[in-house]
């Protein structure tokens, strides 16, 4: 009984005394991507929104080599924005949308993987309708009140890609 108690103290001493895993920064809250640098589309797409003033442009610095091939066009988002990539045989296969959603309204929840960030800042992603094969991710940024929608055709390393080149637009 005493080596029982003597192990369990033990455990609880070393669970309360363990680190917690370091919380990285956001990808976003590294340096702007300059307007010059992103398709005009984002800009033209995002200056027509409704929820412009409450959902800062966003833009990946990299689509990553399965991308490179991409043409971005406009997109449709009901009150939001929204960039569509295209590959030569595949018509909307990743993209990035600021919706006309507000981050604080309920939405789906049950996605199999989670990520977030030091800021509060969250991204919750997996098979879209729950069951794939596309992949996407209802990302939510700390200070900005839109649910942003990321997705891609190309797998979940390339949907986890474009979150990692996430940043915000001069």
Not at 82 to 109: C, I, K, Q, T, W
Not at 115 to 130: C, I, R, V
């Amino acid at each position: 009984m005493m080596r029982i108690l003597a192990s369990l103290l033990l455990l609880l001493t070393a669970c309360a005394t363990a680190t917690a895993p370091a919380v990285t920064a956001p990808p976003w809250r590294n340096d702007a991507i300059a307007r010059d640098t992103v398709p005009d589309v984002y800009m033209t797409q995002w200056e027509k929104a409704e929820n412009r003033a409450a959902c800062a442009l966003v833009a990946p610095r990299s689509v990553g080599a399965q991308g490179e091939a991409a043409t971005p066009r406009a997109a449709t988002f009901s009150g939001g924005w929204a960039v569509a990539y295209d590959l030569p045989n595949l018509r909307s296969a990743f993209g990035v949308a600021g919706a006309g959603v507000r981050a604080g309204e309920p939405s789906y929840s049950k996605w199999p993987y989670v990520q977030e960030w030091g800021d509060g800042s969250k991204a919750e992603y997996g098979p879209e309708g729950g069951e794939g094969p596309n992949q996407l991710a209802y990302v939510r940024i700390h200070g900005q009140d839109c649910l942003y929608n990321v997705w891609s055709r190309l797998g979940k390393d390339h949907l986890e890609l474009l979150l990692r080149e996430m940043r915000f637009v001069k």
